[in-house]
């Protein structure tokens, strides 16, 4: 069970996110998103976490991975070097060596719970879920990507799809305002990114469970088929000239 925050405590993590989300709409970015997820978090009551943890245990997958609690053993980026080219982990390296990231961006989680678990699971294969689907780090590329979890969560969730997905809604939310109120140019680009990447999240094999990191030396091409995932229609070009 969590602990109640403090009233004082919860308003201030209440404006928080609202301030966040006004920073967002003006100019989204990763460092917003990660507090963002932070704010909400502390917000959470035991009916949300109830809810959510529900949605990913309806996609039997999912809920063999948390019923497992598996997660991989820790690993750099060296690590990787020896991967040869062609494969998962060669790519996923390639990935975040071009965008400066590091596989521990986020802030230390402790997966003694089954929440805490999918979310340390949800961020530490969120650039792996970027490699397999072939989405850049640019904003129409997370587009994108937000795009794919919402179509992902509504095939393999069904009906309670909903609590998965709203983080998601909002991000999705966010981004469409700010091309609304300061990008007119990229409105229907983001629309159609989202509406792709929803198509692309629909079609899918489960991506939750998937044990990336035991999977380094195979095939990416191999592992998209494996999952039934199609090419992105937007060229790599296409995407970045929408970056700025």
């Not at 469409?176 to 792709?196: G, K, N, W």
Request: charged letters at 25%; proline letters at 5%.
């Amino acid at each position: 069970m969590r602990t109640a925050l403090p009233l004082s405590a919860r308003v201030l993590a209440q404006a928080s996110v609202v301030r966040t989300l006004v920073t967002m709409i003006q100019e989204p970015t990763a460092e917003k998103v990660l507090a963002l997820e932070t704010h909400l978090t502390k917000l959470a009551t035991d009916a949300d976490v109830e809810k959510y943890l529900a949605a990913l245990r309806a996609c039997p997958a999912t809920a063999k991975m948390i019923e497992d609690r598996w997660l991989p053993a820790p690993y750099t980026l060296d690590d990787l070097e020896r991967c040869a080219p062609g494969t998962l982990g060669h790519a996923y390296r390639q990935h975040m060596i071009e965008n400066d990231l590091r596989p521990d961006y986020f802030d230390p989680i402790d997966p003694s719970d089954d929440f805490a678990l999918a979310r340390l699971r949800l961020y530490q294969t969120h650039d792996l879920w970027h490699t397999v689907t072939g989405y850049p780090t640019t904003t129409l590329g997370e587009v994108g990507i937000v795009g794919f979890y919402l179509g992902h969560f509504e095939r393999h969730m069904g009906d309670r799809a909903g609590a998965a997905a709203a983080f998601s809604a909002i991000l999705a939310g966010t981004t469409i305002l700010h091309a609304a109120l300061f990008r007119q140019d990229r409105i229907t680009h983001f629309f159609r990114a989202l509406v792709e990447g929803w198509h692309r999240g629909q079609a899918a094999q489960p991506f939750f469970a998937v044990r990336w990191e035991e999977q380094w030396d195979r095939p990416l091409a191999d592992l998209r088929r494996a999952l039934d995932v199609t090419p992105a229609r937007a060229s790599r070009a296409d995407v970045t000239s929408l970056a700025a």
